[in-house]
Nanobody
Framework: QVQLVESGGGLVQAGGSLRLSCAASGRTFSSLYGMGWFRQAPGKEREFVSAISWSDSSYTRTNYADSVKDQFTISRDKAKNTVYLQMNSLRPEDTTIYYC????????????????WGQGTQVTVSS
């Protein structure tokens, strides 16, 4: 099992920034190939935001949803088993719950390949 714990959500004004963190742990953590972020608004499907490769040691691959490209940046710190999502120029439509995700495959642009989920962290952007 892998445990994912998110932090960093909160309330911010439009145009502001937040950085989400996801700390991973567990016995099977070493089997992961990708980690990332999804978000889900009430009544909507969970949608892909961004992902980063985890198993690579010499280089890092990332991918983003078109809606957040050039606005969000994903990064990792393997020494801390942590993935980050830097969110800039936030807009009210970015308001929702953000979920950390881990997968045994990469890329992971669909929730169907996610093996583990965090509990979610609320991001609220006021206008």
């Amino acid at each position: 099992q892998v445990q994912l714990v998110e932090s960093g959500g909160g309330l911010v004004q439009a145009g502001g920034s937040l950085r989400l963190s996801c700390a991973a742990s567990g016995r099977t953590f070493s089997s992961l190939y990708g980690m990332g972020w999804f978000r889900q608004a009430p009544g909507k499907e969970r949608e892909f935001v961004s992902a980063i490769s985890w198993s690579d040691s010499s280089y890092t691959r990332t991918n983003y949803a078109d809606s957040v490209k050039d606005q969000f940046t994903i990064s990792r710190d393997k020494a801390k088993n942590t993935v980050y999502l830097q969110m800039n120029s936030l807009r009210p439509e970015d308001t929702t719950i953000y979920y950390c995700a881990a997968s045994t495959v990469y890329p992971m642009a669909t929730s169907r390949v996610v093996a583990y989920w965090g509990q979610g962290t609320q991001v609220t952007v006021s206008s």
